[in-house]
Antibody, heavy 120, light 112 residues
């Protein structure tokens, strides 16, 4: 059974850092694209970052240069290091496993989410 | 402002059929990129509802169907049930952005 469990969220001051983890079971993180998606309170979904099966990465413009996605093969875990956090980074952060069609990818499994609150 | 445009809300009575539109442009849906739909029940994580325009994952009732034409896509829900009350999001790919996937702004379905 595929499971994704996020952790690491919490309250942090503006300018601070947090590292989110997404522990995976039922598949290998190196065999699928893995994506972080966030949802600000009362708002819609926004993609944050992706790590491809080959290890390359991509980021939304809003987090580029501040966030870093990585993975640990033996722990079967994906991470999101978030630095220089801003108030508008406040959101529930979801980890998702991606599947790809011939033209685009979609998230076929999601974690339960972890809340990040950036506030002074 | 989302790249993909959805109506903020739709509603219907139990048993009725509702549709949710997702309008894009020539750099996303109109360019031939597939559309996917997610259902988010209150207080829960999103769940894949429709993938590659019209395919249902195992366990999704056939009351849910998807279609795509031109620069738009639609999600149809027939035989509306109270448990269908949720937020629905479309997603595709946009070739004009530095990122890759784009989401619609979401549609709140209310079952009257």
């Amino acid at each position: 059974e595929v499971q994704l469990v996020e952790s690491g969220g919490g309250l942090v001051q503006p300018g601070g850092s947090l590292r989110l983890s997404c522990a995976v079971s039922g598949f290998n993180v190196t065999s699928h694209y893995m994506r972080w998606v966030r949802q600000a309170p009362g708002k819609g979904l926004e993609w944050v970052s992706i790590i491809y099966s080959g290890g390359s990465t991509n980021y939304a413009d809003s987090v580029k240069g501040r966030f870093t996605i990585s993975r640990h093969t033996s722990q079967n875990t994906v991470f999101l290091q978030m630095n220089r956090l801003r108030v508008d980074d406040t959101a529930v952060y979801y980890c998702a496993k991606e599947m790809c069609s011939r033209s685009s990818c979609y998230a076929d499994s999601w974690g339960q989410g972890t809340l990040v609150t950036v506030s002074s | 402002q989302s790249v993909l445009t959805q109506p903020p809300s739709v509603s219907g009575a139990p048993g009725q059929r509702v549709t949710i539109s997702c309008t894009g442009s020539s750099s996303n849906i109109g360019a031939g990129y597939d559309v996917h739909w997610y259902q988010q029940l209150p207080g829960t994580a999103p769940k894949l509802l429709i993938y590659v325009n019209s395919n249902r994952p195992s366990g999704v009732p056939d009351r849910f169907s998807g279609s795509k034409s031109g620069t738009s896509a639609s999600l149809a829900i027939s035989g509306l049930q109270a448990e269908d009350e949720a937020d629905y999001y479309c997603q595709s790919y946009d070739s004009s952005l530095s990122g890759d996937v784009v989401f619609g702004g979401g549609t709140k379905l209310t079952v009257l």
